[in-house]
């Protein structure tokens, strides 16, 4: 029903009197069932509104990267874009990869967006990619489990640590204050190291690994004091359960698993399967004595890019500003790619409360916490793949904690290479 509310305001700010079409335009992009419909009405209303015709080309998430890469190799690829924010510096390392969208600075109104989400999407000094919105990973807590432990949600490593026992004591060994697998888990690896050095493992100003073996090494053994305090389910426990996706757990459904790191974007997708009764709160970022950073991993969640090739870039140009910061596309996209990034967007939005307030209080979470600077390659498959395999391995007590970090630089330094080839 808000759906349907947030289209009708969407068409009536357009232009309905059938304006010539200037241009035609084509836009791809990724995404479930209501991001694909609230897209081509959002297209159809900026499409009216400023003369234009635009043919959408939508797909789910799995292979949408090939189909890119296959379409820019080609240069057949579509006037306006969604990309995923790590591919950025894949396809335009040089930054003339996309168009620079500082050239239609008097289309696009940029000052909606702020210093770093302008430098978010910004390779080699042209402004290559748009950011929708901003996400960022937050600690998130099932009140209701923590509450029949009798214990107070943590803001601390050490609180998460001690209330392992007090879980299993009061609840049952089958209840756990956290969970951490796979990307998870190597995220937490990641935070807990960022903490501690005040550095991200990947320098971003440098592209050169910014921690040596031996602080990454204290960064996988911590995954293993989660494992012994009784804080999370053991790697081989949740695999031999299937390892199935978090939100399909049935542990974390009923409240059995009582915490979780995850994107604040995700709210609805963790929360939605909880059975009645249970309630989430987001409690930030958990400290720890001595850290040099609360480590905030901070991203734009995906771009809106402009062809480098489009025979159309001024017309493209209107088409983005009007998705992005005008009534009639924003009204129609709605939080369908999370809390829109653009100030005019998220305040138009909020007007007409069709952002949920948890949405809200997670976004500011994300945006007034400190950390430093995420680099793209830090979500490069490659670098995701090394990280969590050995992590496994470690896990599975098939290497120690120094033979992991080892591999994981090696792996990691073998792909930003690619940079300077």
Same mark, same amino acid.
């Given at each position: 029903?808000?759906?349907?509310?947030?289209?009708?305001?969407?068409?009536?700010?357009?232009?309905?009197?059938?304006?010539?079409?200037?241009?035609?335009?084509? %836009?791809?992009?990724?995404?479930?069932?209501?991001?694909?419909?609230?897209?081509?009405?959002?297209?159809?209303?900026?499409?009216?509104?400023?003369?234009?015709?635009?043919?959408?080309?939508?797909?789910?998430?799995?292979?949408?990267?090939?189909?890119?890469? @296959?379409?820019?190799?080609?240069?057949?690829?579509?006037?306006? %874009?969604?990309?995923?924010?790590?591919?950025?510096?894949?396809?335009?390392?040089?930054?003339?990869?996309?168009?620079?969208?500082?050239?239609?600075?008097?289309?696009?109104?940029?000052?909606?967006?702020?210093?770093?989400?302008?430098?978010?999407?910004?390779?080699?000094?042209?402004?290559?990619?748009?950011?929708?919105?901003?996400?960022?990973?937050?600690?998130?807590?099932?009140?209701?489990?923590?509450?029949?432990?009798?214990?107070?949600?943590?803001?601390?490593?050490?609180?998460?640590?001690?209330?392992?026992?007090?879980?299993?004591?009061?609840?049952?060994?089958?209840?756990?204050?956290?969970?951490?697998?796979?990307?998870?888990?190597?995220?937490?690896?990641?935070?807990?190291?960022?903490?501690?050095?005040?550095?991200?493992?990947?320098?971003?100003?440098?592209?050169?690994?910014?921690?040596?073996?031996?602080?990454?090494?204290?960064?996988?053994?911590?995954?293993?004091?989660?494992?012994?305090?009784?804080?999370?389910?053991?790697?081989?426990?949740?695999?031999?359960?299937?390892?199935?996706?978090?939100?399909?757990?049935?542990?974390?459904?009923?409240?059995?698993?009582?915490?979780?790191?995850?994107?604040?974007? @995700?709210?609805?997708? #963790?929360?939605?399967?909880?059975?009645?009764?249970?309630?989430?709160?987001?409690?930030?970022?958990?400290?720890?004595?001595?850290?040099?950073?609360?480590?905030?991993?901070?991203?734009?969640?995906?771009?809106?890019?402009?062809?480098?090739?489009?025979?159309?870039?001024?017309?493209?140009?209107?088409?983005?500003?009007?998705?992005?910061?005008?009534?009639?596309?924003?009204?129609?996209?709605?939080?369908?790619?999370?809390?829109?990034?653009?100030?005019?967007?998220?305040?138009?939005?909020?007007?007409?409360?069709? #952002?949920?307030? #948890?949405?809200?209080?997670?976004?500011?979470?994300?945006?007034?916490?400190?950390?430093?600077?995420?680099?793209?390659? %830090?979500?490069?498959?490659?670098?995701?793949?090394?990280?969590?395999?050995?992590?496994?391995?470690?896990?599975?007590?098939?290497?120690?904690?120094?033979?992991?970090?080892?591999?994981?630089?090696?792996?990691?330094?073998?792909?930003?290479?690619?940079?300077?080839?």
């Amino acid at each position: 029903m808000k759906t349907r509310r947030l289209l009708a305001i969407a068409l009536a700010t357009t232009a309905l009197t059938g304006p010539a079409m200037a241009e035609e335009l084509r %836009m791809s992009w990724w995404g479930g069932d209501s991001r694909h419909e609230a897209t081509q009405a959002a297209l159809m209303a900026c499409g009216e509104a400023h003369g234009h015709t635009i043919s959408p080309e939508f797909t789910g998430w799995d292979g949408h990267f090939e189909r890119l890469t @296959t379409q820019i190799a080609g240069g057949t690829e579509a006037d306006i %874009m969604q990309v995923n924010w790590p591919w950025l510096p894949i396809y335009s390392p040089d930054g003339s990869g996309f168009a620079d969208l500082n050239q239609y600075s008097d289309i696009i109104d940029l000052s909606n967006w702020s210093e770093a989400q302008i430098a978010d999407g910004t390779m080699n000094g042209a402004l290559n990619g748009l950011s929708v919105s901003t996400t960022g990973r937050l600690f998130v807590f099932n009140a209701t489990t923590w509450d029949a432990a009798g214990l107070e949600i943590p803001t601390t490593w050490d609180e998460l640590i001690a209330a392992g026992p007090i879980f299993a004591e009061t609840l049952g060994e089958d209840y756990y204050p956290f969970e951490a697998m796979g990307l998870d888990a190597s995220l937490i690896v990641t935070l807990y190291g960022t903490q501690r050095t005040g550095r991200p493992l990947i320098d971003p100003a440098t592209n050169e690994i910014a921690w040596s073996q031996e602080e990454l090494a204290e960064a996988i053994e911590f995954y293993q004091t989660l494992v012994d305090n009784h804080v999370i389910e053991g790697w081989q426990d949740r695999a031999a359960a299937g390892g199935i996706p978090l939100h399909e757990n049935p542990e974390w459904t009923d409240g059995r698993i009582a915490g979780t790191y995850q994107w604040d974007s @995700t709210y609805f997708k #963790i929360a939605d399967p909880l059975e009645e009764g249970q309630e989430l709160v987001y409690a930030g970022i958990l400290s720890q004595d001595g850290q040099q950073t609360p480590g905030i991993y901070r991203k734009a969640s995906m771009v809106f890019s402009i062809s480098a090739n489009s025979e159309h870039p001024e017309a493209a140009a209107e088409i983005l500003n009007c998705l992005l910061n005008e009534e009639a596309g924003v009204m129609a996209l709605g939080a369908t790619r999370g809390v829109p990034a653009s100030d005019a967007a998220r305040g138009m939005l909020l007007e007409a409360e069709a #952002i949920e307030p #948890i949405q809200i209080t997670a976004q500011s979470q994300v945006l007034e916490a400190d950390g430093p600077a995420i680099h793209s390659f %830090m979500e490069h498959p490659d670098v995701r793949g090394a990280m969590e395999e050995n992590l496994e391995l470690f896990a599975y007590g098939e290497i120690d904690a120094a033979t992991a970090a080892e591999e994981m630089i090696y792996a990691i330094e073998e792909v930003l290479s690619e940079i300077d080839s």
